[in-house]
């Protein structure tokens, strides 16, 4: 629970956060009076601000916050800088991550009370109802306190699941998006997609997904010609969205879904993976798409490939080398790993990624994006 003082009374809510960060010990009342670097003071001293006046101007608030995290002094900016140029590639990762959690807790200072039924009684405050309800269940009547920050992380991934995710791959039409839930990660890197769209199949028969998340490589192998593809996920939020894009889809016929962790029972001629690409641990249920702690899936996929692929059949790992330039997993290890599953290296096929930042020059890790490489490795057994 979160308390505060207010009118005279210890007045309480229930603390939510996605990312599983703590209640605040500290909340201050805050108002359209309060300056952004008084703001920006209680922020970098870990006091939450408990918002109790016109809803817009705390978006404006949080602005201002992101502005002076922003505008490092020239000083400041020179020492990092320098910093940075003295460490490994690994080292500037966790200084990267260092900073954009320190950069996530500040911006979290911001806090607002939703009420048992959704609603925000803030003046001008919007109806977020659908939102939250889609992204946290049905409103149970309790009342809430949540980083502003977070809110809108909520509303843009409702308008992101309205809206949908374009995939060529899938063909032409207005059948051919993704919509991708609150929580589960969006399928807005098209290259990994069209390395599963053009490799050659094996087979049409029977192709397992593993872990299968939006549901996206499912969707592809399905309108390939696969005949029957069952897709693995372990998250209810990963489950409910695949299920919902499949149904959207019209290819639930071709495509069951299983709630396993990795490996359905049986063979296929045909397995897809697509593991988290960065061994690192993930801070938010959302990152769990991006950091494998310690490989975890990527071994796991690797040392069970071999039982479950049929006679002359393939597996399909799709990673980025990403963690390579980063210093994180050398590419020695995942060769090492592919032999100790008894398994060989048909062909790798690599495209390089076209997203925003792979040209990017303004953050610590654009040397190691702009040198990264997707590849779809084909293996089969030895």
Request: with cysteine; proline share 6%.
């Given at each position: ?256 879904l299983q709630d396993v ?94 997203h925003a930042k792979a ?24």
């Amino acid at each position: 629970m979160i308390e505060w003082n207010e009118q005279g009374e210890v007045r309480s809510a229930r603390w939510r956060s996605e990312s599983g960060a703590p209640a605040p010990r500290r909340v201050e009342l805050a108002k359209d009076t309060l300056s952004a670097d008084s703001a920006y003071r209680f922020a970098c001293a870990g006091t939450a601000m408990l918002w109790r006046s016109d809803f817009q101007n705390a978006r404006l608030l949080l602005q201002a916050l992101q502005r002076r995290i922003e505008a490092k002094p020239p000083k400041a900016a020179a020492r990092a800088a320098e910093k940075i140029a003295r460490s490994t590639p690994e080292e500037v990762f966790h200084l990267h991550r260092q900073a954009q959690s320190q950069r996530a807790r500040t911006l979290a200072a911001i806090v607002i009370r939703v009420e048992g039924d959704y609603s925000i009684n803030l003046r001008r405050a919007p109806d977020w109802t659908e939102a939250l309800t889609e992204a946290w269940g049905p409103a149970t009547g309790e009342a809430q306190v949540v980083s502003l920050r977070e809110l809108l992380g909520v509303v843009g991934a409702h308008e992101w699941r309205k809206k949908g995710v374009e995939i060529a791959a899938l063909g032409e039409g207005p059948n051919n998006r993704i919509h991708p839930h609150y929580g589960v990660f969006s399928p807005v890197r098209g290259e990994y997609i069209d390395l599963v769209a053009q490799a050659p199949l094996p087979s049409k028969e029977l192709a397992f997904d593993i872990g299968t998340g939006t549901g996206v490589l499912a969707a592809v192998l399905a309108r390939r010609g696969v005949r029957r593809v069952v897709a693995t996920e372990n998250a209810p939020r990963a489950l409910a969205c695949a299920k919902d894009n499949l149904q959207r889809l019209g290819l639930t016929k071709q495509v069951e879904l299983q709630d396993v962790d990795l490996f359905p029972a049986g063979q296929a001629p045909l397995i897809v993976c697509n593991p988290p690409w960065v061994p690192a641990r993930p801070s938010s249920p959302i990152e769990h798409a991006v950091y494998d702690e310690g490989s975890r899936m990527l071994r796991g996929f690797l040392a069970g490939l071999a039982a479950h692929l049929a006679p002359g059949g393939e597996g399909w790992l799709v990673l980025s080398d990403l963690a390579e330039h980063l210093g994180l997993r050398p590419r020695e290890q995942l060769l090492a790993w592919i032999a100790e599953g008894g398994l060989r290296v048909v062909e790798r096929r690599d495209v390089r990624p076209q997203h925003a930042k792979a040209t990017e020059s303004g953050d610590a890790l654009a040397a190691a994006r702009a040198a990264e490489v997707t590849s779809l490795w084909r293996l089969a057994a030895a």
